[in-house]
Nanobody, 123 residues
Framework: VQLVESGGGLVQAGGSLRLSCAASGRTFSSAHMGWFRQAPGKEREFVAAITRTGNNVYYKDSVKGRFTISRDNAKNTVSLQMDSLKPEDTAVYYC?????????????????WGQGTQVTVSS
């Protein structure tokens, strides 16, 4: 299984970025997908998740209303649209595939991870 993220970069506060993650090597449509992030000196944290069919989405409280997760099962991709970015959103962002039957924000339930993409928001 391979996950490849793209779309990170440097943006000013208030700006937008769109992260994409392309998956290969397994049946993408049977898995929940998540985005996580890790800032320097901090633990990795849950950002957003989307269930297999895309019918349910979940967000970290601090990104609700600003970030939107979506998926395209035909293209094996999951995206994270990030608007109204803040300096505290600065982190390496990872996409991941969950092997669990039920969705969970716990990163231990995600079996496969991408290499990460850096997002830097300047003030």
């Amino acid at each position: 299984v391979q996950l490849v993220e793209s779309g990170g970069g440097l943006v000013q506060a208030g700006g937008s970025l769109r992260l994409s993650c392309a998956a290969s090597g397994r049946t993408f449509s049977s898995a929940h997908m998540g985005w996580f992030r890790q800032a320097p000196g901090k633990e990795r944290e849950f950002v957003a998740a989307i269930t297999r069919t895309g019918n349910n989405v979940y967000y970290k409280d601090s990104v609700k209303g600003r970030f939107t997760i979506s998926r395209d099962n035909a293209k094996n991709t999951v995206s994270l649209q990030m608007d109204s970015l803040k300096p505290e959103d600065t982190a390496v962002y990872y996409c991941a595939i969950s092997e669990a039957y039920f969705y969970s924000p716990d990163d231990s339930t995600y079996a496969y991870w991408g290499q990460g993409t850096q997002v830097t928001v300047s003030s």
